[in-house]
């Protein structure tokens, strides 16, 4: 009999040997090859083309899409209607509650349920939201997300530590927090996010220094956790690393400070979202995220409902992604914040820039007179020396103007460490919120291996 674990091994080294072309199949190449060629586009090119990707959308949801169909009806909208960009005003915001109720109507008549494929947003805003693309749309998505970690340097063939919330089966049995079981890259190590522990985490270090990655993938808040127990032992950093990807979380400067600071290599982060609208990242010579023109039109929608155009103005991103006729969306307000630039960047792309994404609508702190503070300013800017003491922490808010600090402590804290937390939170808010303070034994990540900072329960 024919040993499993070798028909396993033998069709990951199968996999590892194709060409990149070959593996991923033909829109993976088309889309690679258009955004080679698209990359330095004039303004002008960028116009032209994103136009023409929305009015293709748009004529095709008129004509295949039930919902749809009645929205620009109901509106007085045909899609010859869009002649500009700025016309895509006419249409409607789309929200996750108006798909939640008319699912079925926005699949479109034209395509073969057999390409289909569902999913879910993980319900980090507090609206869990289903939706439909076709099967071929993951590949479209890769081949955007290997463009952009190849600006730093990326290869098809690189090893890489995962530590993404990616299942690792049989830990109990075998003792082990990692695994090579994604047969597209058997050179990959998917570590748990789930099982960080005190007892686990010099395993995990040390797991590393073995395997010597070029680069790791990781949510920030799994990544924070092995680099403040490698700062806290004073731990050389990984020898051979090249690179840190981070995305799926907002990352916050200090903890891009701590992970250059542990690791000494460059970290690079994206923007992107399970809907696959909008993707944004870092370029190989700036920070500032660089929004790809070819993925999807973006918006910025300030408070009064306009278009952000003003240096430092915050609004919400609202996308229309330009490859899922399946299930098209049309103008989603995705409910994440982000800060709008006009600068143009070194690297020569003349894409839509954004300052950074200061997460979701959800990740405020709502004060006593409604006003929104950012958990950078409440927290993340200040100093507290109470926060050596404390191995995890998360905020939790279910009404305006008060807020729970839940912690679980690394060394026990004093009455004086309860009252600069709350004392400082308090200034920062200006008197805003008044702070309570929970002890427990741990804070449970979300389903799919995350940390948040803020559980915000606040009724809009």
Same mark, same amino acid.
């Given at each position: 009999m024919i040993n499993n674990a070798f028909i396993k091994h033998t069709l990951f080294r199968f996999m590892y040997y194709l060409p990149e072309h070959i593996k991923y199949g033909s829109q993976y190449r088309y889309i690679k090859s258009l955004i080679k060629q698209s990359e330095h586009w004039s303004e002008e090119e960028i116009y032209t083309y994103q136009l023409q990707q929305l009015q293709k959308i748009i004529k095709h949801a008129y004509h295949n899409v039930p919902y749809y169909n009645s929205l620009f009806k109901q509106h007085q909208i045909h899609p010859t209607d869009i002649k500009e960009i700025s016309d895509l005003k006419k249409i409607p915001y789309l929200t996750k509650d108006i798909i939640n109720e008319n699912r079925e109507l926005i699949k479109s008549d034209s395509i073969k349920k057999s390409r289909l494929r569902y999913a879910t947003t993980g319900g980090s805003t507090g609206t869990p939201m289903g939706f439909y693309h076709e099967n071929v749309h993951g590949w479209i998505e890769w081949a955007f997300m290997i463009s952009q970690w190849e600006r730093i340097g990326y290869k098809d063939k690189d090893k890489c530590a995962v530590l993404r919330g990616g299942a690792v089966k049989n830990i109990i049995?075998?003792?082990?927090?990692?695994?090579?079981?994604?047969?597209?890259?058997?050179?990959?190590?998917?570590?748990?996010?789930?099982?960080?522990?005190?007892?686990?985490?010099?395993?995990?270090?040390?797991?590393?220094?073995?395997?010597?990655?070029?680069?790791?993938?990781?949510?920030?808040?799994?990544?924070?956790?092995?680099?403040?127990?490698?700062?806290?032992?004073?731990?050389?950093?990984?020898?051979?690393?090249?690179?840190?990807?981070?995305?799926?979380?907002?990352? @916050?400067?200090?903890?891009?400070?701590?992970?250059?600071?542990?690791?000494?290599?460059?970290?690079?982060?994206?923007?992107?979202?399970?809907?696959?609208?909008?993707?944004?990242?870092?370029?190989?010579?700036?920070?500032?995220?660089?929004?790809?023109?070819?993925?999807?039109?973006?918006?910025?929608?300030?408070?009064?409902?306009?278009?952000?155009?003003?240096?430092?103005?915050?609004?919400?991103?609202?996308?229309?992604?330009?490859?899922?006729?399946?299930?098209?969306?049309?103008?989603?307000?995705?409910?994440?914040?982000?800060?709008?630039?006009?600068?143009?960047?070194?690297?020569?792309?003349?894409?839509?820039?954004?300052?950074?994404?200061?997460?979701?609508?959800?990740? @405020?702190?709502?004060?006593?007179?409604?006003?929104?503070?950012?958990?950078?300013?409440?927290?993340?800017?200040?100093?507290?020396?109470?926060?050596?003491?404390?191995?995890?922490?998360?905020?939790?808010?279910?009404?305006?103007?008060?807020?729970?600090?839940?912690?679980?402590?690394?060394?026990?804290l004093t009455n004086d460490d309860f009252t600069e937390i709350k004392s400082k939170m308090s200034e920062a808010s200006h008197k805003s919120i008044d702070v309570d303070i929970n002890i427990l034994s741990d804070i449970p990540l979300t389903i799919r291996g995350k940390h948040r900072f803020l559980i915000q329960e606040i009724e809009s």
């Open positions: 049995y075998r003792k082990k927090y990692w695994a090579h079981n994604n047969w597209l890259h058997p050179n990959w190590l998917i570590m748990s996010s789930y099982h960080l522990t005190d007892e686990s985490i010099p395993l995990y270090y040390n797991k590393l220094k073995e395997f010597k990655p070029r680069f790791i993938q990781a949510y920030p808040s799994s990544l924070q956790v092995l680099a403040d127990f490698m700062k806290r032992n004073s731990l050389p950093p990984i020898s051979g690393l090249e690179g840190i990807f981070c995305g799926s979380e907002n990352i @916050y400067d200090w903890q891009r400070s701590l992970f250059e600071e542990v690791f000494q290599t460059r970290v690079y982060s994206w923007y992107g979202h399970t809907e696959m609208l909008c993707l944004a990242g870092e370029c190989e010579v700036s920070s500032t995220y660089h929004s790809y023109p070819q993925y999807g039109y973006t918006e910025l929608i300030n408070d009064n409902d306009e278009w952000c155009t003003e240096e430092g103005e915050k609004g919400e991103i609202v996308a229309t992604g330009f490859w899922n006729y399946y299930f098209p969306m049309i103008r989603y307000k995705t409910q994440d914040v982000a800060i709008n630039t006009n600068k143009k960047c070194e690297c020569g792309r003349n894409w839509k820039m954004i300052d950074r994404v200061e997460g979701r609508l959800q990740d @405020y702190v709502i004060g006593s007179k409604g006003e929104k503070i950012t958990l950078t300013a409440l927290i993340f800017a200040q100093h507290f020396k109470a926060f050596e003491k404390i191995k995890k922490m998360q905020l939790y808010q279910n009404a305006a103007g008060k807020v729970t600090v839940r912690v679980v402590e690394s060394q026990k």
